[in-house]
């Protein structure tokens, strides 16, 4: 369901300024249930889009130029087709990465205008920034009629944040975001892009998400060096197990045997992917037989290696899990997404999640001296057009 408060105030925006636009389309945040920086290292994840959503209103110019509003921001940038580079001021290297890509690989865009507005939360790991290159690749596919099919645009808009903003995320965000279902969560094999939607009906549950706050200035250089951790920890498995190409084919007696010795931060990386990767199919038989209980130890499971190996969590989001994990009434509980702040997911039995809200909000109130926030969240479709 669009949001019409966002879609009357972009409407506004972009008439006042360029007059009538084409059309608007959306694309949603997202949350991950389990397997988490397991994407990059091409094993699985377990997503889904969410009810929040980046909206995008755009129409084409008559020359080569770019211009762009971003109306909660109350911020402009106008640049030229012929002459794409990092703007400087981040939100819009977003939509103009995936304009390089699309340029790239060869399609002849023209300019354009477009007014981007959401009430996805910024910052907080609910990928909003995936959410904006899907919304300008899906609209931009439609404005100049490119016929990409989703998985084509999931790509190129990846590979805008790997190349024009210089984050080396994996596939997870913008897959989620393009493919997403009412009620389904995405089951991505992130070395082959193959997929499933598994049910994830919400009738006697509701999906917490709460706000650390916290937004760490190291994220995304602390990302690319994960990666990097990693990918050395292949390297040196491959030099016994010259068939392993990437941590999805290796073992945890491979981790043991090769890593265990050496570097401790790799070996702990390592550790912490080949166990999530494992634990994320488990958690899949859990939903088959609708344990959610076993599902939830899974989650924090899950965060604990976030926390104790891959060392990617912060003290906000560990308090928050710790506090939850007391509850009868919460299932499961985890850090979500890269790290480093942003929020907790939490799985909580249905009408039981108001009332956490108010205990915890004074309990992070003394502890962090900062205000907890709260959203609820529903499963929602992905990328669409909006009527
Ligand atoms: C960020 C990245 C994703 C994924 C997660 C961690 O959200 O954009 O590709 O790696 O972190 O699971």
């Avoid at 205008?113 to 904006?132: R, T």
């Avoid at 999530?276 to 499971?301: H, P, V, Y």
């Avoid at 710790?322 to 979500?336: E, I, L, P, T, W």
Wanted: net charge negative; proline share 3%; aromatic share 8%.
């Amino acid at each position: 369901m669009a949001n019409q408060e966002i879609l009357s105030k972009l409407n506004h925006v972009f008439n006042s300024r360029f007059g009538e636009p084409a059309f608007i389309a959306r694309s949603p945040g997202r949350i991950n249930l389990i397997g988490e920086h397991t994407d990059y290292n091409m094993g699985f994840v377990l997503p889904a889009s969410i009810d929040k959503a980046i909206y995008i209103v755009i129409g084409e110019r008559n020359d080569n130029r770019v211009h762009l509003v971003a109306a909660d921001l109350g911020d402009s940038y106008e640049t030229d087709l012929g002459s794409l580079h990092q703007s400087g001021k981040h939100w819009p290297d977003y939509v103009l990465g995936v304009v390089d890509q699309l340029q790239q690989a060869g399609h002849q865009l023209r300019g354009f205008n477009a007014a981007l507005a959401g009430d996805v939360p910024l910052g907080a790991g609910l990928s909003s920034s995936a959410a904006v290159e899907c919304a300008t690749a899906f609209a931009l596919d439609k404005l100049f009629n490119l016929g990409l099919d989703r998985k084509t645009m999931v790509q190129l808009s990846q590979k805008a944040e790997n190349e024009f903003v210089g984050v080396k995320c994996g596939i997870m965000d913008q897959f989620a975001s393009m493919f997403g279902r009412p009620e389904q969560l995405i089951r991505l094999d992130c070395r082959s892009l193959a997929y499933e939607y598994i049910p994830f009906p919400t009738k006697d549950i509701e999906i917490l998400l709460l706000d650390t706050g916290v937004k760490h200035s190291l994220a995304s250089s602390e990302y690319n060096l994960r990666r990097q951790e990693c990918e050395e920890g292949v390297r040196i498995i491959a030099q016994q197990y010259p068939e392993v190409q990437s941590l999805r084919d290796a073992t945890i007696a491979m981790v043991e045997q090769c890593l265990a010795n050496g570097d401790s931060k790799v070996y702990r990386r390592c550790l912490y992917v080949v166990q999530e990767i494992k634990r994320l199919q488990d958690a899949c038989m859990d939903l088959t037989a609708n344990d959610l209980r076993s599902f939830g130890k899974k989650m924090f499971e899950t965060h604990k290696g976030l926390s104790e190996l891959y060392e990617v969590s912060c003290p906000e989001a560990d308090a928050l899990v710790s506090m939850a994990g007391k509850h009868d009434s919460v299932y499961g509980a985890r850090m979500m997404g890269g790290g480093f702040g942003g929020c907790t997911i939490n799985i909580v039995a249905r009408g039981a999640a108001d009332a956490l809200v108010r205990e915890l909000q004074p309990l992070y109130q003394q502890q962090f001296n900062r205000q907890l926030k709260a959203y609820k969240v529903r499963i929602d479709e992905g990328s669409s057009l909006v009527n």
